[in-house]
């Protein structure tokens, strides 16, 4: 029988309505309006939008802050899905790696919340299950009444082994640090052996990972100096990037804030990045620092999916942006249910 | 040599050669183009359907560029009708 590929014609699909999903997200004139309105208001502004269907459903069962941090959740896991649907192949396969972030942060958010004795119901609003650990088995690990027996539960998992190596040690410490670090170090780890197992399209995800993989690192970097907690620094490090773990531990070691700038500018070659470090003078705080090394961090994918239209950087692209909606929309609401002047909470958003 | 090769055929045979060899230049003109403009439609069409997938409003305009490249087929067209004609 003779078999016709399809060419490139489901990559060309996928990215064209990424790249349409890219557009519908709210701008930053829109931003600059929800800081003067209310809870309520910023319900209603948003039900207009993308959220409806979420705000509809819930509206009946939850309100204020509630209601906006569940719909926020299930319109992000419902769009994750979505288009763990309709991707094709191996770009498919590229995206559930990805996605599989939101499974360490889903477990960290139940390990704290657990650890810390908030309500079910509170934990569960603010998990996405949007990668391999689906809702139902999120929900089978809220009724766990343990830590314990929530990690017994995750026997399986690809998680499991690091999960159960370091729970001891995390309940003694009340901090799950190195756990998550761990878990990321291993999630990198298999995103960088899968980009580079021969896959096509692996190069430009390949891509995306060094990108974020340096990110993470440099953003670690400043927190560690801003802790002043140089020791912990090489367990802080994600090996794979640009960075060895010698020339991070270097360059926390750093003291003075100017030579740590100058130090950083030789070690890297990416132009707005540059652009940023020049622009670093004077006294920043860290949360300024990280908000722009996430707009440098989107700049390049963006450049990134303008140069490789129908490879996995449009879709990377937009998941990023989505999620930082959300995160920005969150924001937004859980800085006026405390009150915050808008100022503050316009420091929080990534527009 | 050329003129040596013509020994034998008889006008008739001749003009039915140039009838055959213009119906082939027509045939690869309306052929080629036809599979350019589909090569052409292919992505179009893929990114037209991603589109209003998302956004029905654009069924119009997508619809519109989708058929930009069947140009070149009426291009081919019009070339196989010139030599047939």
């Not at chain 1, 027996?149 to 998680?159: C, N």
């Not at chain 1, 937004?332 to 503050?344: M, Q, S, Y």
Request: neutral net charge; contains cysteine.
């Amino acid at each position: 029988m003779v078999k016709f590929s399809a060419g490139p014609v489901p990559y060309v699909y996928v990215c064209t309505r990424m790249r349409v999903r890219k557009s519908k997200l709210i701008p930053r004139e829109d931003y600059l309006r929800l800081l003067n309105m209310s809870i309520p208001e910023i319900t209603r502004f948003i039900e207009e939008t993308q959220y409806k269907k979420e705000i509809d459903e819930l509206a009946s069962s939850f309100h204020g802050i509630d209601l906006l941090e569940l719909a926020l959740s299930w319109n992000l896991a419902k769009e994750y899905q979505s288009i763990q649907d309709i991707t094709p192949g191996v770009l498919k396969r590229f995206t559930q790696s990805y996605l599989r972030k939101w499974d360490i942060q889903n477990i960290l958010t139940i390990f704290r919340g657990k650890a810390q004795g908030m309500k079910t119901g509170k934990i569960r609003e603010i998990l996405v299950p949007g990668g391999e650990l689906d809702k139902v088995f999120l929900d089978r690990l809220l009724k766990e009444d343990s830590l314990e027996k929530i990690v017994e539960a995750l026997r399986g998992q690809s998680i499991y082994p690091v999960i159960a190596a370091g729970i001891t040690t995390a309940i003694e410490e009340e901090s799950f640090a190195k756990i998550e670090n761990a878990l990321y170090k291993q999630f990198y780890e298999n995103l960088l052996s899968e980009a580079t197992s021969g896959f096509k399209g692996g190069r430009q995800f390949l891509e995306y990972i060094l990108l974020d993989i340096d990110m993470i690192n440099i953003r670690n970097m400043f927190r560690l100096r801003a802790d002043k907690l140089p020791e912990d620094a090489s367990t802080m490090v994600i090996p794979g990037g640009r960075f060895s773990i010698q020339d991070f531990q270097d360059l926390v070691s750093i003291e003075d804030e100017k030579s740590f700038i100058d130090a950083l500018k030789s070690k890297v070659t990416l132009k707005p990045l540059l652009v940023l470090l020049d622009a670093m003078t004077g006294e920043r705080s860290l949360r300024e620092i990280e908000i722009d090394l996430i707009k440098v961090q989107l700049a390049q994918m963006e450049s990134f999916s303008k140069m490789k239209p129908f490879s996995i950087h449009p879709i990377l692209t937009y998941l990023e942006k989505k999620k930082y909606e959300i995160f920005n929309l969150r924001a937004i609401a859980r800085g006026k249910e405390v009150n915050l002047p808008t100022d503050r909470i316009r420091g929080y958003l990534v527009m | 040599m050329v003129g040596e090769e013509l020994v034998g055929l008889t006008p008739e045979m001749i003009e039915a050669s140039q009838a055959g060899m213009k119906a082939i230049g027509a045939a690869i003109a309306v052929g080629s183009t036809g599979l350019a403009s589909a090569a052409a439609e292919m992505a179009i069409g893929s990114a037209a359907v991603g589109a209003t997938a998302e956004n029905k409003d654009v069924f119009g305009l997508v619809l519109l560029l989708t058929v930009i490249p069947e140009t070149i087929v009426i291009f081919g067209l019009v070339v196989a009708l010139l030599l047939i004609f």
